[in-house]
């Protein structure tokens, strides 16, 4: 090493909370401490040095002299790290040698990929512990005509209204869940039409009480007041792992709603009240009722319909601050690199028996005919949607966000692309783009 | 409560600092004045008061003892960072106590058994060798007797059908995964009428999400006879073989005579006629001590067969007080031969994840970074607030159920036979899961002392079968203080320091289930 008076030596070193995309010719570096971001692009410096920082022999440490730090390139990268806290500077003569730094890279020991690829894996080993949550669409009645319905389901967790008479047979369901008791499956989501008028929803919730699942039913508002007595019925209140969400869009009938909040008062489970949202304007009227019904608990899910495009890019799409604010962790980061974190594990069955990982995605099999077990393997190994990242995608997989933004969504599908950002694409000058 | 300091520092061989968060669970490089501040913090300093006192009314720049003069900036920029880190969780302490209050439930038991990888039968306790250093010869004291026995194949079948009967339950939550039944020695092929007869027998069985493969250890005298049904079988095969001749000559034949000329005829012969399944289905073992080196046993192998031999040292558990001193003699080291080998880099290139020092790296990388995730849930799990239950050893079942030839059943069968947990007889299966769980729970109990003062406790690697466990108050060979901990872990750093693209190459080729 050169330890000449004249030109100093520094070890210059990334930190390992940073994240670091390097994809051509675009850098990113995020501190998932800070939830700081700075991109380069089109800097032969900071490429060449990034690529060296990068490389096996040097493990996100290289050697800089005071005289390449005086390159005003190298200068100002170096200084925008030290700044943000995501490099540092160590004087060489501190030490007697280089140092490294464990550099942040995701090892899974049990990629789905890399185990079809090595003979001597057991390939199938635990897989049942991947399903965490299921839908079941128990019934598809409803005698409501909400203007959302048809496509609703597609967007979030919602009832749908086929009216084909179509029911998920009880029978059906036990099987199903005596199938389920090695798996880790934690929460399920009974949904219909309306689910007040599925015949076997009693015997549906002692199953559920008996395998001890949370659960959560979800009602129109609408029908909720009619159901009062079937609802005093339901035994809904057995142990604690019970919630109900009540379904609430717009236009809303402010007495009914009212009704309903009465009828729940008394009621000894959570009760949260989402609401389908289709502009700025019912978000604020929705506000309204919140505050008008003492409502305490809510959650909101805005609803593309074709035409509030807009609405979305306001409220859902993200850019660089919604990012930096949201400080994802680096376990995180890592998780959206191989999977979909928000969808894994989620099973959807629909009332025909059909048993999809995504509902925009094609079935996987069919409750009829499938035993669960192929179904969750067939996902891990085969699916569309349990371990589709954005890195998969187009345009996300040539992103350098593609990890920090959140895992892909039903929205995407609604809306017809992946990027549901302000960021793409990119055009950055070079430095500071925040 | 039991709290340990969680920041852990340490420096390589080359002095460059490094801190290790036991609570974040990573290590990381650390600025020379980084290192200081936490060194002061670890002490119990009061850190913003002593920044205060160090800033105010200080010149530009201030003089730090073991550091030298640095700007007020400087300290400025470095307890910021310090900040950041407290910010995020790093140097806290840790609850060891709370931490390592898991226990084992009966039904954890039960699971395991129905999700079991491996069924070992010990075939029989009967050997056509008489190996100097056998596990079952004079060194050691803690296996039943050997009186030549023949597995009694309805018990066999009686303990599958036991386990099939779990597997095809609920329980089981894999699917399409192979149930490995291993046949373990003495010398299984002495027994060949068992093995095929069982090979039938689960062949007509159909067990809902579990397939079965077979494997076996032999020291292959009787190979050639047997070769073409352990091929239409696609038997996973570990033939044990020393090295060379000399290498080898701890394993001797009954009358005295050196096994090494028919070890190699039949695995040569195996070769010769199944070149495919040789390639894709036989490994070889080396069992390590004082006759054969690393560097001969690679270059053995691989003129011989192609082939990086595993490698095992003897096992020092259970030696008889009479016999320590020649075991002493016997016993030898692999890594320290590995050093002395003059081919060292090249050994290390090829054999790699064979050789403990590079396993043991593996587990340094995959326990101390804080990048290594078992599989998709560890990924989106949160750590938070899990409880473990305490030292390395398997829960029950959980790799692997091992029966003895006297009906004996066992965690596996590496460790001594007085750790029975059940036994099968003409009555059937004898597994009771609420006493077993007792049994681990009270062996946690007698070390949760030690575990919640271990500085390894987190990334502990002590199966407790290793241990006098039996004894009233057994001592933890594995237990590390503060400074054990971080010579460890520099130890793993200076390695990689002198060799970084070893980090790379164990994270892309090294996967541990
Ligand atoms: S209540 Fe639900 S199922 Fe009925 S019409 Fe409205 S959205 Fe459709
Ligand atoms: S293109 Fe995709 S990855 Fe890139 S910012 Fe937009 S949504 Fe995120
Ligand atoms: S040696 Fe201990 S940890 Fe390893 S398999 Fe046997 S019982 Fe389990
Ligand atoms: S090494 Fe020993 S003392 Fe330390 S945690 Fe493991 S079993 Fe306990």
Redesign the pocket.
Known sequence: MNNDNSNPQYWFYLDNYVHLERLGNRVLLYNSLTGEIREYMDNQEVLHLIEKLQSPENLLVVQLGEKELKDPEISAFVHDMRNLFMGDLIEASRSTGKPIQLAPVLKLHRDADKMKTESFRSVGVNVMKYLDRLALYVNDSCTLDCGICSSARKQFLWCNRGNTGAELHIDKLRQLFDQLVGSDLRYVHILGGNILAYPGLHELISILVEHQLKRTFYIHYLNLAPGRESLQNLGLTLDNYSQMNVLVNFPVDEGKLKITCQILENFSIPVTFAFALQSEAEFTEAERLISALSIDSVSFHPFFNGQNLEFFEQGVFVDRQSLSAARPSLKEIHSRQVMNPFLFGNLTVLTNGDIHAGINDLPLGNLSKDSIYDIVYREVFQGQTWRRSRKQVIPCRDCVFSALCPPLSHYEYALGKNNLCRIWPLNIDGKAAN | MKMLKSGLLFKSKLQNKYFYDRRCGTSMLCHPLLYLLLEKHNRGIDMAAWFEETVSGAAETVSLEGYGAVSRLELEYYFRKFTILRENGFFEETDTENLLSGRLKPDYVRIALANVQQVTLEVTDACNLDCAYCGYGKFYQDYDRRENKFMNPTMAKTLIDYIVKLADSPLNYSHQRDISIGFYGGEPLLNFPFIREMVDYVGQLNPRHNYFTFSMTTNSLLLEKYMDFLVEHKFNLLISLDGDEYSNSYRVCKNGSPSFPHIMRSAKALREKYPDYFREHVGFNAVFHNRNSVSALHRFFKEEFDITPGISELNTIGIKDSMKEEFRRTYANVNESLHQAEDYALIEKEMFIRLPNIRSLGSFIDQYTGFGYRDYNDLISTREGLKRI???TCLPFSKKIFLTVNGKILPCERIGQQHGLGWVDEHGVNLDFEKIADLYNSYYDK?KK??TA?A??QM?L?C?FYLDIQADNPH?S???VEKDLSDFLSSHVSYLEEKPETYTRIIQEVSFE
Do not use: D, K, V
């Open positions: 305490p030292t390395s070390l030690q575990c271990c390894a406790a502990c002590q407790l933890c594995g237990l590390m």
